[in-house]
């Protein structure tokens, strides 16, 4: 099921990966089954992890954070790993291949292969993305969520932190920043649409 706004902005128990949750919180969820569903625990949450609430919903894309979390997933997944597309045709070695769609699939990885050409065109300097020899669990949605962001342009930090806490904490460094010209930009948010629509066409009206 869809988040509501209302779930987005004042319930995180509803959707934060565990790995962000507080210590203390962690020891006791063996005695706390339903959790994710105790309005307590989100009053608690929001003031432990110091979420406004008083953020703005980017216009259209700021849609994402309400997808179910496996659409999430898929779409960023889908979205870092097309950043790497050009890389991801040299990869022939089959332990990485492996590696590479236990990540994100191998719908995705044909998905990247096939369309890498065709979703925006020629590709922008500097979107394609060299591949780490191994990268970690969760790599590619979080580069797809970094180039999500910056397509928004607007995305205040009450969202933005929101969106962070959906997917598992990492030790690794965040993927470098996006940065672009309004041109660019509109061209970003062209390919983070035209990725969605392929990787979760049943929650697309969101980002309506």
């Not at 500097?126 to 910056?150: I, K, M, S, T, V």
Request: charged share 25%.
């Amino acid at each position: 099921m869809p988040l509501t706004a209302y779930q987005l902005r004042f319930c995180p128990a509803r959707y934060i990966h565990e790995s962000h949750l507080p210590a203390v919180l962690l020891r006791l969820l063996p005695a706390l089954p339903d959790w994710r569903r105790q309005s307590v625990l989100n009053a608690w949450l929001l003031e432990q992890l110091e979420l406004d609430c008083a953020f703005r919903m980017p216009a259209q894309l700021g849609g994402l954070a309400l997808y179910p979390q496996a659409a999430l997933e898929r779409t960023l997944g889908w979205l870092g790993a097309l950043l790497h597309g050009q890389a991801l045709r040299q990869v022939l070695d089959g332990a990485r291949v492996r590696r590479i769609r236990a990540q994100i699939g191998e719908q995705g990885q044909r998905f990247c292969l096939e369309q890498l050409d065709l979703l925006i065109g020629r590709w922008p300097p500097g979107w394609q993305r060299a591949l780490p020899e191994n990268p970690e669990e969760g790599y590619f949605r979080r580069c797809g969520l970094a180039f999500w962001l910056a397509a928004c342009s607007d995305a205040d930090c009450g969202f933005s932190r929101r969106l962070r806490l959906r997917l598992r904490l990492e030790a690794m460094p965040a993927p470098a920043d996006w940065t672009f010209d309004e041109q660019r930009r509109s061209l970003a948010r062209t390919l983070c649409l035209k990725v969605a629509r392929q990787a979760s066409d049943e929650c697309f009206h969101l980002l309506n």
